[in-house]
């Protein structure tokens, strides 16, 4: 039964869904840093190098 339903399924357009959310998660995330202030994107910057100076606010 599992075998007619699987075989029966289109699993073309899987590869085009999967890059369209990726592009959209990847926009996302872009659009969201370019939104970062100057002392933000600092702040995140310094956090590796920094980690007993962190502060968070």
């Known amino acids: ?3 007619e339903i699987v075989s029966g ?3 073309s357009q899987c590869a085009v869904l999967a890059l369209a959310l ?3 998660a990847f926009a996302m995330v872009t659009y969201g ?3 970062l202030s100057r ?4 702040r ?3 956090i590796p190098l ?3 100076q962190v502060q968070d606010q």
């Open 1 to 3: 039964m599992i075998k």
């Open 9 to 11: 399924l289109d699993f």
């Open 22 to 24: 990726f592009v959209i």
């Open 33 to 35: 840093a370019m939104r």
């Open 39 to 42: 002392a933000a994107a600092d």
């Open 44 to 46: 995140c910057a310094s």
């Open 50 to 52: 920094f980690d007993d």
